[in-house]
C-alpha cells in the first residue's frame, strides 16, 4: 500500500501491535501499513476468510505474525484470541480497537435489537478487547498503549445514526477514563477520530442516506478522503509519543475543528 504523498515513514521494529477486524477495509490497510514499518502483527476478524487473506499480504512483511478468528463481543473468544496472539508475539505493545459496524435509521424508527448490536460491537467490543489486553500489561509490568478507533461521529451528533454517534462517543469517555486509571503502569490510552477513509462502511452509508461520498469530502478543509495510511500514523504516532494519553485526535481532513 503506497503512502499519501507528505507521510515520513516511522520506525516500529520490534513492537508488537494487535489489530481487530484486521480482514478487510482500515484494519488490513492499517495492519499493511504497521508492518512496512517492521512491527509484528496480530490479526484478529469475525470473518475467518477476510483475515486468511490479510494474513497471506503479510507473510512476507511482518516480522512475526498470527491470527486468529476473534468476535469481540464475547468474552470467551476475545479472552482466548487475546492470549493466542500474546503468546505468539511474546507479548502486546499496541492495541488497536478497529472493529466496527454502522447502520442507518432515525431514532422514531431504531429497533431496540439494532441499538444493542452496534453499542454491542462499538463500545462493549472494545471494552472487552482492551480489558483482556491491559490485565496483560499490567501483569507483565510491561509499557504499552491503547488506540481505539472512534470517529467524528464521536464528536458530533448526525441524523438517523444516533446510535451509532452514541457509541462512538462511549469509546471517547471510555478512552479518557481508563487513561487517568493506568497511566501509573505506563500504559497509554487514547482514540482516533476519522472522517471519510472510503472503506465498505462508507460506501454502505452513502447508499442508505443517498449522499454522495464526494459531499462528505466537499466539506472537509483538505479535499480528500483519509487514507488507511493516514489512519495508521496518527495511531503509531500516539503509541510512540509517551506524552500523550486520554486524547481523541481528529483525522478527518479538516473537518470537526477541537
Same mark, same amino acid.
Given at each position: 500500500?503506497? $503512502? +499519501?504523498?507528505?507521510?515520513?515513514?516511522?520506525? $516500529?521494529?520490534?513492537?508488537?501491535?494487535?489489530?481487530?477486524?484486521?480482514?478487510?477495509?482500515?484494519?488490513?490497510? +492499517?495492519?499493511?501499513?504497521?508492518?512496512?514499518?517492521?512491527?509484528?502483527?496480530?490479526?484478529?476478524?469475525?470473518?475467518?476468510?477476510?483475515?486468511?487473506?490479510?494474513?497471506?499480504?503479510?507473510?512476507?512483511?511482518?516480522?512475526?505474525?498470527?491470527?486468529?478468528?476473534?468476535?469481540?463481543?464475547?468474552?470467551?473468544?476475545?479472552?482466548?484470541?487475546?492470549?493466542?496472539?500474546?503468546?505468539?508475539?511474546?507479548?502486546?505493545?499496541?492495541?488497536?480497537?478497529?472493529?466496527?459496524?454502522?447502520?442507518?435509521?432515525?431514532?422514531?424508527?431504531?429497533?431496540?435489537? @439494532?441499538?444493542?448490536?452496534?453499542?454491542?460491537?462499538?463500545?462493549?467490543?472494545?471494552?472487552?478487547?482492551?480489558?483482556?489486553?491491559?490485565?496483560?500489561?499490567?501483569?507483565?509490568?510491561?509499557?504499552?498503549?491503547?488506540?481505539? =478507533?472512534?470517529?467524528?461521529?464521536?464528536?458530533?451528533?448526525?441524523?438517523?445514526?444516533?446510535?451509532?454517534?452514541?457509541?462512538?462517543?462511549?469509546?471517547?469517555?471510555?478512552?479518557?477514563?481508563?487513561?487517568?486509571?493506568?497511566?501509573?503502569?505506563?500504559?497509554?490510552?487514547?482514540?482516533?477520530?476519522?472522517?471519510?477513509? @472510503?472503506?465498505?462502511?462508507?460506501?454502505?452509508?452513502?447508499?442508505?442516506?443517498?449522499?454522495?461520498?464526494?459531499?462528505?469530502?466537499?466539506?472537509?478543509?483538505?479535499?480528500?478522503?483519509?487514507?488507511?495510511?493516514? =489512519?495508521?500514523?496518527?495511531?503509531?504516532?500516539?503509541? $510512540?509519543?509517551?506524552?500523550?494519553?486520554?486524547?481523541?485526535?481528529?483525522?478527518?481532513?479538516?473537518?470537526?475543528?477541537?
Amino acid at each position: 500500500m503506497e $503512502l +499519501m504523498p507528505g507521510h515520513a515513514k516511522l520506525d $516500529l521494529a520490534g513492537q508488537r501491535i494487535l489489530v481487530t477486524s484486521a480482514g478487510r477495509g482500515l484494519g488490513r490497510g +492499517m495492519a499493511l501499513t504497521f508492518a512496512d514499518w517492521g512491527a509484528s502483527l496480530g490479526l484478529a476478524d469475525i470473518g475467518a476468510e477476510d483475515i486468511a487473506e490479510t494474513r497471506k499480504l503479510l507473510e512476507d512483511k511482518s516480522a512475526k505474525l498470527w491470527s486468529g478468528r476473534m468476535d469481540v463481543t464475547g468474552e470467551a473468544d476475545v479472552e482466548a484470541g487475546v492470549e493466542g496472539c500474546w503468546d505468539a508475539l511474546g507479548g502486546i505493545d499496541l492495541l488497536v480497537n478497529n472493529a466496527g459496524i454502522l447502520s442507518v435509521s432515525p431514532v422514531v424508527d431504531l429497533e431496540l435489537s @439494532e441499538w444493542r448490536r452496534v453499542m454491542e460491537v462499538n463500545a462493549t467490543g472494545v471494552f472487552l478487547v482492551t480489558r483482556a489486553v491491559v490485565r496483560r500489561m499490567i501483569a507483565a509490568k510491561q509499557q504499552g498503549s491503547v488506540v481505539s =478507533i472512534s470517529s467524528i461521529g464521536g464528536k458530533r451528533g448526525d441524523a438517523r445514526i444516533a446510535h451509532y454517534n452514541a457509541s462512538k462517543f462511549a469509546v471517547i469517555g471510555f478512552t479518557q477514563a481508563l487513561a487517568r486509571e493506568v497511566a501509573q503502569h505506563d500504559i497509554l490510552v487514547n482514540a482516533v477520530c476519522p472522517g471519510v477513509v @472510503e472503506t465498505q462502511m462508507i460506501a454502505d452509508m452513502a447508499r442508505d442516506t443517498d449522499t454522495p461520498v464526494a459531499s462528505w469530502i466537499g466539506n472537509q478543509a483538505i479535499r480528500r478522503s483519509q487514507s488507511p495510511a493516514d =489512519i495508521a500514523f496518527a495511531v503509531a504516532f500516539l503509541h $510512540l509519543n509517551r506524552a500523550m494519553t486520554g486524547q481523541a485526535v481528529n483525522v478527518d481532513g479538516g473537518t470537526v475543528f477541537h
